[in-house]
């Protein structure tokens, strides 16, 4: 039988429910008649209307809540029962967002009925660790009941949670399943730690301690770091990795040499953020060969570690893997983005050396152009200059790959971002263009720069007889667009 008919079977709830007691006669939940009971044709018109029967279930809740806190009065049993039985029904047979409306309901119930524990446990718990135990209800009354449970923090619910996290019969259930149970924090760290005894439930525990936030459960996932799954040692070492923990940074380190490249990942990717261990490890050298792991995932992470380390052996580091020839595209565009996170002066002569090196070569336009993005990306006020004063560089250089429309027009927006003045020459020049986008560009950038004196010098460029005719007609196009 459905849980709905199961609910009615035990508490007569359809046939023959008992209205609210006397005090609650402005705020009734169905239709009554005069004896007091519901009319069943009326709790049939009500059932199939799960909106209206959870606004009314909510109307009511509010007015009890509003006279135990004002009159101190608390609610009688039959009351509760009542709101109960047809939320938990609304759970069984409203659609989802029934169900969600119905679910915030439950906590609200809880506090009402706190007194005594054991009036929680017949009205709320026993019903609802009931459906959440029955292998044929529907798995989306499971899961919204899971979500319930999660929220009451019962000791009662432990062995409920645990048990469905092992037999859930889909991903949702069991995730949500997880969530309920790393809410009850330290509480759960034991029960869960029994499931990594376990193989079949190791990983599936050790994500679910993973949500936890708790020292507690540092230990039993420290153990795990040499099981046999690549799986089981990467979700341990994902979840104790940001540990401060002192045994954690070695753990970090060895794990940099792991076969399996998902954990060199994540022992990799959790170093990037201990730039409090500089001072005891020289992160750089161990982390340095793993920008050259045949994982390109690895090798990407292992850039964006030391971008996040920020020292100068880092950004050293970072370019000098870029500068070898057989390094692959990818791993260079990872490797210029990391440096230009940096922002340090270091970072930025490295990505102009860079810039320098890809401006000769043609085919590296894409990566000249991700190089040009990095060094406009400088938020520092006293690199900024340093940072345009390169770019102009660049447009000065007369290399093959810069004078391409894409790559003036990088450089532009770049040096319009950038806001130093002494750049206005440049990009006055960039609006002589005649590559009308390049053009545009440089109006722009103008525009952010200096417009008075921007377009001033472009006036006097068209009144300038030292500049051919063709430049003259550039400038006059620039004005018009301006």
């Known amino acids: 039988m459905t849980a709905f008919f199961y609910l009615a079977a035990q508490t007569s709830m359809v046939s023959n429910p008992r209205i609210l007691s006397a005090q609650s006669q402005d705020f009734p939940l169905l239709p009554q008649a005069e004896d007091g009971t519901i009319p069943a044709g009326s709790a049939s018109q009500i059932a199939a209307d799960w909106e209206l029967l959870v606004q009314r279930v909510q109307q009511h809740l509010g007015h009890l809540e509003e006279q135990w806190q004002t009159s101190g009065i608390r609610p009688a049993r039959t009351e509760l029962e009542t709101l109960s039985q047809w939320a938990i029904a609304v759970l069984c047979e409203g659609d989802f967002q029934d169900r969600w409306d119905v679910a915030k309901l439950f906590p609200r119930l809880e506090a009402l009925a706190a007194e005594p524990a054991e009036s929680v446990k017949q009205l709320l718990l026993d019903p609802l660790l009931a459906l959440l135990q029955d292998e044929d209800e529907d798995p989306d009354t499971r899961w919204f009941v899971a979500r319930i449970l999660g929220e009451f923090r019962q000791p009662a619910v432990l062995p409920a949670l645990v048990h469905l996290l092992q037999t859930a019969p889909t991903e949702d259930l069991q995730q949500i399943a997880a969530a309920a149970l790393a809410g009850f924090g330290k509480a759960a760290i034991a029960p ?192 900024r200059w340093q940072a345009a004063r390169y770019l102009v560089e660049l447009l000065h250089g007369n290399l093959p790959a810069v004078q391409t429309a894409a790559v003036k027009q990088a450089i532009a927006l770049q040096l319009g971002k950038l806001g130093d003045l002494d750049a206005l020459d440049a990009l006055v020049h960039l609006a002589t263009d005649p590559d009308l986008g390049v053009k545009l560009h440089a109006i722009a950038a103008l525009k952010q720069l200096h417009p008075d004196q921007g377009r001033q010098q472009l006036e006097a460029l068209s009144n300038s007889h030292q500049v051919s005719e063709q430049t003259r007609q550039e400038v006059a196009i620039a004005l018009a667009e301006w």
């Open 192 to 383: 869960l730690a029994q499931l990594l005894q376990v193989p079949h439930t190791r990983l599936l525990a050790v994500k679910t301690l993973s949500q936890i936030q708790d020292p507690g459960v540092v230990q039993p996932l420290m153990k795990l770091l040499r099981d046999p799954d690549p799986q089981v040692r990467a979700a341990a070492l994902s979840a104790i990795g940001s540990a401060r923990d002192r045994h954690i940074p070695d753990l970090l380190i060895a794990a940099l040499g792991d076969s399996s490249a998902a954990v060199r990942q994540v022992a990799v990717t959790e170093l990037g953020f201990r730039a409090d261990l500089l001072s005891d490890y020289d992160l750089v050298s161990l982390i340095y060969p793993l920008l050259l792991d045949a994982s390109a995932g690895v090798a990407q992470q292992a850039a964006i570690a030391l971008g996040r380390l920020g020292t100068n052996p880092a950004a050293t580091a970072l370019y000098r893997v870029a500068h070898l020839p057989h390094t692959t595209h990818p791993q260079r565009m990872a490797l210029v983005q990391a440096l230009g996170w940096m922002g340090t002066p270091t970072a930025l002569h490295h990505l102009h050396r860079l810039a320098l090196q890809w401006s000769e070569e043609a085919p590296s336009a894409p990566l000249l152009h991700a190089t040009i993005q990095a060094m406009g990306r400088v938020e520092v006020p006293e690199l």
